[in-house]
Each structure stands twice: as C-alpha cells, then as structure tokens.
Nanobody, 132 residues
Framework: QARLVESGGGLVQPGGSLRLSCAAS????????IAWFRQAPGKEREGVACIISAGSRTYYTNSVNGRFTISRDNAKNTMYLQMDSLKPEDTAVYYCAADPYDKVDRTYGHAWALKTQPYDKWGQGTQVTVSS
C-alpha cells in the first residue's frame, strides 16, 4: 500500500531550524512532483515548496523563500524540508504530498504545483511549533 510518513516536527525557538522528513513506501518519489504543505489553525492548507517531476525545478511560497529548502534522496525514497530562520508564523501542521500520476505536468500545469488539487498521496502531518 502506497503511503507517506512524516517525521521531524517539534518545538523550536524563533530563529532556529528543523528538518522534516517524509519516507515513501509502495511507490517511488524519484520521477514525480513532490511538495510540502502546511495548515495553521483556522486557515486553509497552504503550499510551501515543491520539486517538479524528476528534475531540479523548485517553487517556494514567498513567505519561506530563502529560508526553507526542499530536497529528496532517491536512494532512500525520502523527501525533506529544511527549515531555517523559523518564525512564529511558521507554526502549523506540515504535510508532505506526492503526485504519482503526474497531474502537475500532464493536467494542471506548474501554476498548480503549490495547490492541493494535483496531489493524490498525503502524509499524516507533523506539528511544527515556533515559540519562545
């Protein structure tokens, strides 16, 4: 059964760093678009970062650009989100997502890469809290 499992969330002080991991099983991440989303209480789920298909093209939402880095390790079938210079407004539940049917490339287009619609596989979420 295909699934994604996140780890690495927790409590961190403002200015600190965390690295989230998302391990895939039952399918491979290497040739598909992958992404990280987050959802704060009372807010809609927001796209944070993505890597398009098998290439190196990445997109970030403006509020994290320059502070967060998305990556993947094909040998480990795992994706990561390195988060630096964390701010209280980064507090949210973070979800990893994968597009195993290549909907970003084949159906929606890259303008949808940070929206939830193209993604069929989701992790269970991990809490990130930034507070002093």
């Amino acid at each position: 059964q295909a699934r994604l499992v996140e780890s690495g969330g927790g409590l961190v002080q403002p200015g600190g760093s965390l690295r989230l991991s998302c391990a895939a099983s039952g399918f491979t991440l290497d040739s598909h678009t992958i992404a990280w989303f987050r959802q704060a209480p009372g807010k809609e789920r927001e796209g944070v970062a993505c890597i398009i298909s098998a290439g190196s093209r990445t997109y970030y939402t403006n509020s994290v650009n320059g502070r967060f880095t998305i990556s993947r390790d094909n040998a480990k079938n795992t994706m990561y989100l390195q988060m630096d210079s964390l701010k209280p407004e980064d507090t949210a539940v973070y979800y990893c997502a994968a597009d195993p049917y290549d909907k970003v490339d084949r159906t929606y287009g890259h303008a949808w890469a940070l929206k939830t619609q193209p993604y069929d596989k989701w992790g269970q979420g991990t809490q990130v809290t930034v507070s002093s």
